[in-house]
């Protein structure tokens, strides 16, 4: 397709796109009185409308059942997280008995690294991405000191290359190699968080399962947002929040992938409560643990039903669309994006740089050319929504649920007048 920089065009291409209407599905804050350009799906999605009615039936069965609700509730809240795992095992490519919903991400991360890293003296090295996200750095920090290594020595990052912004696949599996006997555990994160870099997750993990190591994913840029098939790859397990693409609200509930082949087996250490124990027996309180034969083994409390509420309304629409459906329009937008971009560059003598390489998903990372965050301010109060990240970038990250080709013509538009007026 040969694109335009005109309203136009952008509007002939919201006329014929069929997830269009889904844009009246969510709430949008605004600015002077308009509706936002919102670009920070990967970070916080917007609210559905939807949501509202899932969290207020809960509220009601509270005010009206009481304790009862946990039984007697139109959605029952004792085996509320059930009803996430179908839908959400079609969006990471997983079996509905691999998934489970608990926790947050990082949480989860640390409860998984238990069934998952067990280091000895000869294979105990982690390898990660350079300059991870720091909370993943700090878990895996934690975890091995925690088992008694020097996080020097054991954690291996894979850098990109001298004068590059992404990392090259090759050079992942090199290290795998190199590390060889020694490697315990391969975690990334499957969308750099940075430059929107999507890793080869399929030939990494193939790579690190011929040296017998196990491999994890935080997919938190991931999930919703790129193709996953977390079992036919033989990922180990996974992890990722349900705020940024899955548009669940702040700081919501955890999604884990476990792999078939570490279900239903007492030999997989774990973390253990009352609500990983078999579901027919749990309320006899018996004193032996029986774990579940599904990934809710490694659940350890009751689900927390008004966190899973909003992630239940989000999903409901990930169902009724379908991930191929979303990955098209996401590429297409995207693209669109892109060239927006460049074509504003050539209209302001290059005043920035597109970081993210082909390998990508819904965000596209800028690195700016003699701007500051004066501009990046700028675009906030001419109602864009984006973020900042040091030293002198700003992701985009366009969502097709709710994103329109008109928003990326009219950010282009605010873009220029923003880079001439601090010209």
Not at 124 to 142: H, N, R, V
Not at 216 to 244: E, I, M, Q, R, T
Not at 271 to 292: N, Q
Request: net charge negative; hydrophobic share 40%; proline share 4%.
């Amino acid at each position: 397709m040969e694109f335009q920089n005109s309203l136009a065009f952008a509007q002939q291409l919201d006329a014929v796109d069929s997830l269009g209407k889904y844009r009246d599905e969510f709430h949008f804050p605004k600015v002077k009185g308009k509706d936002v350009i919102y670009f920070t799906g990967n970070s916080l999605g917007l609210q559905p409308k939807r949501t509202q009615k899932f969290v207020d039936d809960i509220m009601n069965d509270w005010k009206d059942l009481a304790v009862e609700g946990h039984f007697h509730a139109e959605k029952s809240w004792w085996d509320y997280h059930e009803r996430l795992a179908a839908p959400l095992a079609k969006v990471v490519g997983a079996k509905p008995e691999e998934v489970s919903v608990m926790n947050t991400l990082t949480v989860n991360l640390h409860m998984l690294m238990v069934s998952f890293y067990r280091p000895n003296e000869k294979r105990f090295k982690i390898i990660c991405e350079e300059k991870a996200f720091p909370s993943d750095q700090y878990m895996l920090k934690s975890q091995v000191k925690f088992h008694g290594f020097d996080p020097e020595k054991a954690i291996v990052e894979v850098r990109k290359r001298p004068g590059e912004n992404f990392w090259h696949t090759q050079d992942v599996i090199d290290k795998i190699n190199e590390v060889g006997d020694e490697l315990a555990l391969v975690l990334i994160g499957g969308v750099n968080y940075y430059n929107g870099q999507v890793f080869d997750m399929e030939a990494i993990t193939k790579s690190a399962k011929s040296h017998n190591a196990f491999v994890g994913w935080d997919l938190a840029h991931g999930v919703g947002n790129v193709a996953l098939k977390l079992h036919d790859w033989g990922v180990d397990f996974a992890a990722w929040c349900s705020y940024k693409y899955m548009n669940s609200g702040p700081g919501n509930a955890s999604g884990i992938f476990i792999h078939e082949q570490y279900l239903n087996r007492s030999d997989i250490p774990r973390f253990e409560g009352w609500w990983g124990t078999k579901k027919d027996t749990r309320f006899l309180m018996k004193p032996d643990f029986e774990p579940m034969e599904n990934a809710d083994a490694w659940q350890v409390s009751n689900p927390p039903v008004l966190s899973l509420a909003p992630y239940l309304a989000s999903l409901e629409m990930f169902n009724e669309v379908g991930m191929e459906s979303l990955i098209a329009k996401r590429k297409l937008i995207v693209s669109y994006l892109e060239f927006i971009l460049q074509e504003i560059d050539k209209e302001t003598d290059g005043s920035f740089e597109i970081i993210t390489p082909e390998d990508r998903g819904c965000q596209l990372s800028v690195f700016l050319h003699g701007h500051g965050k004066d501009l990046f301010n700028y675009l906030m109060e001419n109602g864009v929504v984006t973020d900042w990240r040091e030293p002198n970038v700003i992701r985009l990250a366009p969502a097709p649920f709710y994103c329109s080709f008109a928003d990326m013509y009219n950010f282009g538009q605010v873009l220029k007048s923003g880079i001439q007026s601090k010209g």
